[in-house]
């Protein structure tokens, strides 16, 4: 496989997601798209302090992406929230989800004292769990991972 590129999402990028909206959107999930129109609509742009957007990119194919926000659902401002990740299907258990969430979890380390997420995917729920995750004592979060 090609080498993945994780790179700081910009506005230029919006046309590559128009793919994995299609797809996540076939698997049942509608995630991708809410992060599409967020993003479109200005009211989640991953811009305040702290926060990113990462693309995983395999030579000019988007094939995966994650965020990284101040927790919306909590008035911790301590809290960091993984948000939307999302790896094509031909390229999970290739590292790619991994190698987002490691960068994620770094990027908060610089202000947060823990990251959470929410999925009600077991598949997801097991990735996270061996990433590190455990149960999440905050509300409206399934894992949590003390920094």
Not at 17 to 23: A, H, I, M, N, R
Request: overall charge neutral; aromatic content about 10%; charged content about 20%.
């Amino acid at each position: 496989m090609t080498t993945v590129e994780l790179r700081r999402w910009s506005e230029a990028d919006l046309p590559a997601l128009s793919p994995l909206v299609e797809q996540s959107l076939a698997e049942g999930w509608g995630f991708v798209e809410r992060l599409y129109t967020r993003y479109c609509d200005g009211s989640n742009r991953f811009e305040q302090p702290g926060e990113v957007l990462l693309g995983a990119w395999a030579a000019d194919a988007l094939v995966g992406i994650g965020g990284l926000n101040r927790d919306p659902y909590s008035q911790d401002a301590s809290l960091a929230r993984v948000r939307h990740l999302y790896v094509v299907p031909a390229w999970r258990r290739h590292g790619v989800g991994r190698l987002l969430v490691e960068a994620l979890v770094a990027q908060a380390r610089a202000w947060a004292q823990a990251v959470v997420l929410r999925t009600n995917n077991p598949a997801a729920a097991s990735f996270y769990t061996a990433l590190g995750f455990v149960a999440s004592p905050v509300a409206e979060s399934t894992h949590w991972l003390a920094l």
